[in-house]
């Protein structure tokens, strides 16, 4: 239990049951904070199957993302937020995502004086080119940077992540990194039958890619270096476990790969850890969640050198890396997995080592260091609230 308990406003766009890494995220946040005796009040827009609003929850308008179905973006609630935190007021709101409910919460507590920061998960502004919209790249970016650096500290996930934003002119900016829950995400849940289903044996080296089915995670050089995995082990398979605006093009062109579609919980994990190899190519991501719950399934994992797997990964010691961007380098290293099967099985042993130290505990210790080092920051005016 910690020393001083707090009154938390989390604001944000998305939460479970919504599958995203965002949603997982502020998720388990939310748990650890409550158990370690914060208060955590939650405002996010309403979703499909909500009924009354639980206590310390409030549920607002929202509208689908173009290109995100599955997600919605809360609409401004400057008003209701106001009234609220007049009668309860949070000692920090914590604006997790940038879209129109974010805006309107750091608006609501600015009149209020109530201290705030915010967190940075997405490269939006990178995600535009991979849309046809490369012309919104720098307006986007010149959004957020207003959007984080009114506020005490903006958390990231990574120290690259860091690096890039500074260079782009963001500041405050403080390193809170994610976990992975071990207990769920286990070599052993191995599953034969399920191995079965898709019609492999033991000498089959199924690769799995796990995650959103869009243009922004790079899937044709997941294809293409398949591709030439394949062409060494002709009995291997691709798994797809996952859904998006891809995924009904990618099935219809190659039917004779595996389509999982989303999986959550339980199966996801049993999906996982009946696979061999990860392959992921994105170069969009600020963490990357899908490397750390593949490492921890015992996966033999291949991605870019950043994110997650810079902060996660020694090369031929617990996973391979290819150099960022470098789509020759990436075939090449899948070609390397192809051909040494039990290496990846030796890696993915010491991938699973590497996650026992990522479990959620030490995150919201770190999250709970930044909150109370951003309060002593904050101008006297900002007084803290009565909890």
């Known amino acids: 239990m910690t020393a001083h308990r707090l009154h938390l406003a989390l ?3 998305t939460f479970p049951p919504e599958v995203n890494g965002v949603a997982m995220t502020v998720g388990r946040m939310a748990h650890g904070l409550r158990e370690r005796g914060h208060r955590v009040e939650l405002i996010r827009p ?10 310390d929850e409030m549920l607002v308008r929202g509208l689908g993302i173009p290109n995100y179905p599955e997600l919605r973006f809360g609409l401004p609630a400057t008003g209701r937020l106001l009234q609220r935190w007049r009668q309860q007021r949070p000692d920090l709101v914590v604006a997790v995502t940038e879209g129109p409910l974010g805006w309107s919460a750091l608006r609501a507590a600015r009149k209020l004086g109530i201290p705030a920061i915010s967190e940075f998960h997405t490269n939006f502004h990178s995600y535009s080119e991979h849309y046809g919209m490369g012309w919104l790249e720098r307006p986007l970016r010149g959004y957020l940077r207003s959007f984080h650096n009114r506020n005490l500290a903006t958390l990231i996930p990574s120290e690259d992540v ?5 260079g782009q002119g963001f500041g405050k ?3 809170v990194a994610r976990g992975v829950d071990t207990s769920l995400f286990d070599p052993a849940k191995r599953d034969a039958g399920l191995r079965a289903s898709w019609g492999v044996n033991d000498c089959t080296q199924v690769v799995a890619y796990v995650g959103r089915m869009a243009a922004e995670k790079n899937l044709p050089l997941v294809l293409a270096a398949f591709k030439q995995m394949q062409a060494i082990r002709p009995n291997s398979q691709l798994l797809w476990v996952g859904d ?3 995924r009904a ?5 190659h039917p004779e790969q595996l389509f999982a579609g989303m999986q959550r919980n339980e199966a996801l994990a049993r999906h996982y850890a009946s696979a061999d190899v990860f392959l992921f190519a994105s170069t969009t991501e600020t963490y990357g969640n899908v490397t750390v719950e593949a490492m921890a399934s015992g996966l033999g994992v291949l991605a870019y050198d950043y994110a997650a797997a810079r902060a996660h990964i020694r ?3 617990n996973g391979l890396k290819a150099a960022f961007d470098d789509d020759a380098d990436f075939i090449e290293q899948a070609r390397y997995a192809a051909s040494y099967p039990s290496v990846m099985r030796e890696l ?18 770190r999250f709970e260091e930044v909150v109370h080092q951003a309060l002593q920051r904050a101008p006297q005016s900002l007084a803290l609230g009565a909890s």
């Open 11 to 13: 604001v944000t766009e």
């Open 46 to 55: 309403r979703q499909r199957g909500d009924g009354a609003p639980l206590r």
């Open 162 to 166: 860091k690096t890039e934003l500074e």
């Open 173 to 175: 900016l403080e390193v």
């Open 244 to 246: 998006g605006p891809e």
């Open 249 to 253: 093009a990618l099935q219809a062109s």
């Open 315 to 317: 090369h031929h010691e």
């Open 348 to 365: 993915g042993l010491a991938a699973r080592q590497t996650t026992a130290q990522l479990g959620w505990e030490r995150i919201v210790q």
